[in-house]
Nanobody, 126 residues
């Protein structure tokens, strides 16, 4: 089963930035919607952001709590989808996952996505 790979997590102070990357070595991401999700200890997995596939009109989605702070983008040459996270807050602390689907869907539901990566830890703390 194909699997995506996340990277770029780490420890950062409040107000800092991190850039997460999601890639696949066995296929192109161009024709899939790619979603970023996060899961904090004791909480359910939450949809954070999504970017639509290249064969549809341009589309991005952000959950309300990250709007204006996170930016999702594609690098077609590197076959990567990145999540630039700025103005990080302690409540952004979680394991971040990427996954793929045919579309982002209306509510970015985790059940609509597959090929989950192993996750990358993001910790925002002073």
């Amino acid at each position: 089963q194909v699997q995506l790979v996340e990277s770029g997590g780490g420890l950062v102070q409040p107000g800092g930035s991190l850039r997460l990357s999601c890639t696949a070595s066995e296929f192109t991401l161009d024709y899939y919607a790619i979603g970023w999700f996060r899961q904090a200890p004791g909480k359910e997995r939450e949809g954070v952001s999504c970017i639509g596939s290249l064969d549809h009109p341009p589309y991005t989605y952000y959950t309300d709590s990250v709007k204006g702070r996170f930016t999702i983008s594609r690098d077609n040459v590197e076959n990567t989808v990145s999540l630039q996270m700025d103005s990080l807050k302690p409540e952004d602390t979680a394991v971040y996952y990427c996954a793929l689907a045919w579309g982002c869907g209306y509510e970015l539901a985790a059940g609509d996505f597959s090929s989950w990566g192993q996750g990358t830890q993001v910790t925002v703390s002073s």
